[in-house]
Nanobody, 120 residues
Framework: QVQLVESGGGLVQAGGSLRLSCAAS????????MGWYRQAPGKMREFVAH???????TYADSVKGRFTISRDNAKNTVYLQMNSLKPEDTAVYYC??????????????WGQGTQVTVSS
């Protein structure tokens, strides 16, 4: 079993910043790509940012220049620094990790989500 635990969400005013963290634990042999997704009320879950093991990053156009994804491989943790937040960034944010477990079986895991609310 693998667990992903997110933290760092909350309520912030437009223009403010938040930093999300997601720590992976459990029966982990190795972790590949990690990423962040979000889901606003009444909308589909959408891609936000992605980072490979080597540190190559990809962003949704809507967050480019405002959000920064990073990871600490020693801590099995991925971060999302969110600056210049807008009300339309309000959503539940989920992390995702591609994991090879101790049986050497690959699979993808999701966190439980953390709420980010941006007030205007």
């Amino acid at each position: 079993q693998v667990q992903l635990v997110e933290s760092g969400g909350g309520l912030v005013q437009a223009g403010g910043s938040l930093r999300l963290s997601c720590a992976a634990s459990g029966s982990i042999f190795s972790i590949g790509a990690m990423g962040w997704y979000r889901q606003a009320p009444g909308k589909m879950r959408e891609f936000v940012a992605h980072i490979t093991t080597g540190g190559t990053t990809t962003y949704a156009d809507s967050v480019k220049g405002r959000f920064t994804i990073s990871r600490d491989n020693a801590k099995n943790t991925v971060y999302l620094q969110m600056n210049s937040l807008k009300p339309e960034d309000t959503a539940v944010y989920y992390c995702k990790a591609d994991v090879v477990d101790l049986r050497l079986a690959p699979s993808s895991w999701w966190g439980q989500g953390t709420q980010v609310t941006v007030s205007s």
